[in-house]
Nanobody
């Protein structure tokens, strides 16, 4: 599948953004979707994941209660709604998708073969 991430931008602390991950090339409905983020000099960090049928979601502790992951199989698109953004949320956000048999491993970057190109989120204080 080809993934295209979008929706990043610059906001002040407390603001909101919604990231989108548009997929093409393979049946998106069978795929779990995840979001990771990365800042220069650090490893890619798990943010959130959602199972192929949206039955289960997982979040990093740092974003619980502020971020919501979702997917719309009819539109072949995944989303990350980010509210109450903080400066430490700044980074390049990458969407990922793949068939995940055990969602307990959905927080690992190596579980995904398909990645979007990244969209930058900058939160100022």
């Amino acid at each position: 599948a080809q993934l295209v991430g979008s929706g990043g931008g610059s906001v002040q602390a407390g603001g909101s953004l919604r990231l989108s991950c548009s997929a093409s090339g393979r049946p998106f409905g069978a795929y779990a979707v995840a979001w990771f983020r990365q800042v220069p000099g650090k490893e890619r960090e798990f943010v959130a994941s959602i199972s192929w049928n949206s039955d289960s979601t997982y979040y990093a502790d740092s974003v619980k209660g502020r971020f919501t992951i979702s997917k719309d199989n009819a539109k072949n698109t995944g989303y990350l709604q980010m509210n109450n953004l903080k400066p430490e949320d700044t980074g390049a956000y990458y969407c990922a998708a793949d068939i995940i048999n055990d969602m307990n491993y959905s927080d690992r970057a190596r579980s995904y073969d398909y990645w979007g190109q990244g969209t930058q989120v900058t939160v100022s204080s």
